[in-house]
T-cell receptor
Framework: ETGVTQTPRHLVMGMTNKKSLKCEQH?????MYWYKQSAKKPLELMFV???????ENNSVPSRFSPECPNSSHLFLHLHTLQPEDSALYLC?????????????FGAGTRLSVL | GQNIDQPTEMTATEGAIVQINCTYQ??????LFWYQQHAGEAPTFLSY????GLEEKGRFSSFLSRSKGYSYLLLKELQMKDSASYLC???????????????FGKGTKLSVIP
């Protein structure tokens, strides 16, 4: 148990569906992150939030829409996805976004887009 | 941008020692992390190096040489449970950005055999 919980663990959706991924951290951290992990590719940073404010968006397509209502919760809203979006989506949190801060990861949501 | 290289796969025998190498190129180095990821689970933090030298933590040690852009993770007295992927990640400060991004290598899949 890392203190970062992601739901659902598995999700299958069609290209026309709308779904949301949820992340909750119980560590009292102020920064939260979304990563994408595809087979045989490194983890790719998607979004960074610090104190509920988005500080990074790494050229992610608009069909991925993040939401951070408070420092403990992070959502990733999905709509009109493509099959190549199938991947493991990982959430992480850290005390802050600074260099010395360790990121703690959730177990991820395995997404399959049909 | 960054370039992080680590071997794709390694195999070692239970009880032995294994060294997993990581080389990187970055413009504004601010630390190197090692994570362990078992299949279907969250990446978990193993070690953090920001200065040159060896950091030891039980059976695991991590070494850093900033001048060579090189790190290794050393695992001693290997156990079957050490079979996992080991992720090398480098933090730098992208020019113009306000936060420190963590960039991951593709990971090294270690198989420990009896």
């Amino acid at each position: 148990e890392t203190g970062v919980t992601q739901t659902p663990r598995h999700l299958v959706m069609g290209m026309t569906n709308k779904k949301s991924l949820k992340c909750e951290q119980h560590l009292g951290h102020n920064a939260m992150y979304w990563y994408k992990q595809s087979a045989k590719k490194p983890l790719e940073l998607m979004f960074v939030y610090n104190f509920k404010e988005q500080t990074e968006n790494n050229s992610v397509p608009s069909r991925f829409s993040p939401e951070c209502p408070n420092s403990s919760h992070l959502f990733l809203h999905l709509h009109t996805l493509q099959p190549e979006d199938s991947a493991l989506y990982l959430c992480a949190s850290s005390q802050g976004p600074g260099a010395e801060n360790i990121q703690y990861f959730g177990a991820g949501t395995r997404l399959s887009v049909l | 941008g960054q370039n992080i290289d680590q071997p794709t796969e390694m195999t070692a025998t239970e009880g032995a020692i294994v060294q997993i190498n990581c080389t990187y190129q970055t413009s504004g180095f601010n630390g190197l992390f090692w994570y362990q990821q078992h299949a279907g689970e969250a990446p978990t933090f193993l070690s953090y190096n920001v200065l040159d030298g060896l950091e030891e933590k039980g059976r695991f040690s991590s070494f850093l040489s900033r001048s060579k852009g090189y790190s290794y993770l050393l695992l001693k007295e290997l156990q079957m449970k050490d079979s996992a992927s080991y992720l090398c990640a480098v933090r730098d400060r992208e020019s113009g950005a306000g936060s420190y991004q963590l960039t991951f290598g593709k990971g090294t899949k270690l198989s420990v055999i009896p």
